[in-house]
């Protein structure tokens, strides 16, 4: 197993100025870490998100540093004295070379969701008595362990008919609409803003056997008309599991995508934001059935009004 140095340089002002310097020595590999960078990228994508992670944000305060990695050797420790020797002030700390392609699945266990769903990983055999949903995780949200995603799930168990359509808004891993599926539910439309979406929604479905149920389509459902056009309407079941600064604009269009007794379930919606997306659903014509709360979070059920 071979072992490597992180080494960590403070930028003391542009970031790029350093790799540059550092380029000029022949090394290459940098991560740039910088709080500006940070907090524009938190404030211009707002809607994705209700809250962010205070020990992310704490490390994050005044950083202004890049980091590089050499192999912990004379030949690394001699790259680090050259860094003192420009003046650079590098601090570095050992990391093994563990084996992440296998050893980050310790990270992923079966979760049990609702009173019949487990969600396992592929690579995971599973002989219990619950219903199995397989899948992949990836980089899209929905690996069935957020507390959202286990009400949503919970949602779909109890309103899922066989046979009855589902649309997935803001499908992210399409775990939702997987389940919903697995459950006898089709066909299954989703819909995410990211262009991984239809890739990794189509390898999760293969793995459970229902692909073939999916149409996955990538856009803004609330900015783009022509896509709600192509979504349709008349689905027995609607899911939105976003963030409440997605669901309340979503909520007016919600209606239009429900067959007469459909239900609506949305979830994303942070503890403090529930009245207003409570107030939002209300206002599109929606009645409240269920508000599930988990930890920190809440969830809704509805039906038309």
């Known amino acids: 197993m071979a072992n490597w140095l992180e080494v960590t340089i403070p930028a003391h002002g542009d970031p790029e100025a350093l790799c540059d310097q550092l ?21 211009n994508n707002t809607q994705y998100w209700d809250f962010v992670d205070e020990k992310l944000t704490r490390s994050m305060t005044g950083a202004s540093r890049v980091k590089l990695w050499v192999s912990d050797d004379d030949q690394g420790r001699a790259i680090i004295a050259e860094l003192h020797k420009k003046g650079l002030s ?3 700390r050992p990391v093994a070379d563990a084996d992440w392609e296998n050893n980050w699945r310790d990270y992923y266990q079966p979760v049990e969701a609702g009173e019949h769903l487990v969600i396992v ?5 599973y002989g219990g008595d619950r219903t199995p949903v397989k899948l992949d995780p990836g980089l899209l949200f929905g690996t069935g362990d957020h507390p959202t995603t286990r009400m949503c799930l919970a949602a779909v168990e109890k309103y899922a008919r066989p046979g009855g359509s589902v649309l997935d808004l803001g499908c992210g891993s399409g775990i939702l609409g997987i389940a919903a599926a697995v459950l006898g539910a089709g066909p299954i439309v989703a819909a995410d803003v990211d262009e991984k979406a239809p890739d990794i929604v189509r390898a999760n479905a293969e793995l459970n056997g229902v692909a073939d149920a999916f149409t996955v389509h990538v856009g803004d459902v609330i900015g783009s008309g022509s896509l709600r056009a192509k979504l349709g309407g008349d689905y027995a079941l ?7 600064d997605v669901i309340i604009p979503l909520a007016p269009y919600v209606p239009a995508f429900m067959a007469p007794d459909g239900a609506f379930v949305c979830s994303g919606v942070i503890d403090g934001r529930q009245d207003e997306v409570a107030d939002a659903l209300e206002k599109a014509g929606l009645a409240i059935l269920e508000h ?10 509805c039906r038309k009004a």
């Open 23 to 43: 380029t000029g020595m022949g090394l290459e590999g940098f991560v740039i870490e910088d709080e500006r960078d940070f907090q524009s990228f938190l404030e």
């Open 90 to 92: 590098p601090e570095s």
């Open 121 to 125: 990983p592929k690579w995971q055999n």
């Open 238 to 244: 609607v899911l939105a599991n976003i963030v409440a």
């Open 292 to 301: 599930n709360t988990l930890e920190e979070w809440h969830a809704f059920v």
